[in-house]
């Protein structure tokens, strides 16, 4: 047994290293930051462009309440040129040609034809409606320029 007033000696603590600390970060953690950002950025460029090609399918969109015949045969030419060369829309001068390039009902593209440029080139109401919905159809299936 030990003597009257002997300690046991203390333990030795094992040297830690110190807290880990956050700040300067790693070579690595800084490149991966870096490539972040430029994909970020990469992503918002992208998205704009695209945003602003498609800027002539928000002008459509807003001109699709027409009242007139004439109204939607510029609308459609307008349509045509985003689309197609210049050289090719400018072929296509009888309204018959413009409206062939379009999905719409054969019976909507006779009375189109025949109310083109005449003093009588109002539409009723469900007809503006069927052609405006028509239209809208057309513009979300052609392609992104």
Request: charged share 20%.
């Amino acid at each position: 047994m030990l003597a009257k007033g002997f300690s046991t000696p203390e333990l030795a603590h094992p040297a830690l290293p110190g807290a880990a600390s956050w700040f300067p970060l790693p070579a690595g953690w800084m490149v991966l930051g870096v490539m972040l950002l430029l994909a970020m950025l990469i992503a918002l460029l992208i998205g704009l462009a695209r945003f602003r090609r498609n800027h002539w399918r928000r002008e459509a969109r807003k001109q699709l309440e027409q009242q007139q015949v004439d109204g939607w045969i510029a609308l459609i030419k307008r349509v045509l040129l985003v689309q197609h060369p210049r050289a090719q829309v400018s072929q296509w001068q009888t309204p018959e040609q413009l409206l062939a390039q379009t999905p719409l009902d054969e019976e909507l593209r006779t009375l189109m034809c025949r109310r083109y440029c005449q003093p009588d080139n109002q539409l009723e109401s469900s007809i503006n409606q069927r052609i405006a919905l028509q239209l809208r159809q057309w513009l979300e299936t052609l392609p992104h320029v």
